[in-house]
């Protein structure tokens, strides 16, 4: 579990990211959460991106990929979802 202080800090990277994935009308399959896992071990922290015509809520997509893909929800702000995943083999982001 991240701390408060942890957060805070891995918003404040997150800030200048752009979403790499997009969530749309079809919501979060195997698929997706594979290719995520995949980019949050080698990114760490990442951002996705709810469509417009998405069926279900945000904060629902949000809980889903995270517990799917075992990463931690950064934050939900608009409709991005920030996630955190600490990497094995390509560790960038140190903790506060």
Known sequence: ???GK????????AN???PIFQVGK???NENMVVQIEEALEK???IKVSVLQNCME???????????SANAE???VIGNNI???KESLENKQIKLP
């Open 1 to 3: 579990m991240l701390t």
């Open 6 to 13: 942890q957060k805070r800090y891995l918003r404040s990277q």
């Open 16 to 18: 200048q990211l752009k």
């Open 26 to 28: 079809d919501g979060v």
């Open 43 to 45: 990114r760490e922290l």
């Open 57 to 67: 809520d945000k904060d629902v997509v949000a809980e889903q990929i995270s517990t």
């Open 73 to 75: 929800l950064v934050q």
């Open 82 to 84: 920030v996630l955190y």
